[in-house]
């Protein structure tokens, strides 16, 4: 079993940066790929970014790349998403999530999930 616990959201203007991080508990975390969705209201939960388990691969979604960077620390269990350029359309709940996949873009291949943290950018 694997518990998740993400934490750093909060209330930003345009263009401000913010870092979530998600601990990670239980059973070989450090053998498990990682990544970070989304989900705004009333929309699907969308793919943002995935980490290999070693940390030496990551993937991002278009419309985060060049923004956000997905990291992670096998020694304190952990995985942050540093958000910078904020925008907007930004605004929803995070989530991380763990696979035993690859660095897999569909919130169907995870295995485990956080409860979220709220993420809202003002214009």
């Known amino acids: 079993q694997v518990q998740l616990v993400e934490s750093g959201g909060g209330l930003v203007q345009a263009g401000g940066s913010l870092r979530l991080s998600c601990a990670a508990s239980g059973r070989a975390f450090r053998h498990y790929a990682m990544g970070w969705f989304r989900q705004a209201p009333g929309k699907e939960r969308d793919f943002v970014a995935a980490?290999?388990?070693?940390?030496?691969?990551?993937y991002y979604a278009d419309s985060v790349k060049g923004r956000f960077t997905i990291s992670r620390d096998g020694a304190k269990n952990t995985v942050c998403l540093q958000m910078n350029s904020l925008k907007p359309e930004d605004t929803a709940v995070y989530y991380c999530?763990?696979?035993?996949?690859?660095?897999?873009?569909?919130?169907?291949?995870?295995?485990?999930w956080g409860q979220g943290t709220q993420v809202t950018v003002s214009s």
């Open positions: 980490i290999s388990w070693s940390g030496g691969s990551t």
């Open positions: 999530a763990v696979t035993y996949g690859q660095m897999e873009r569909s919130p169907h291949e995870y295995n485990y």
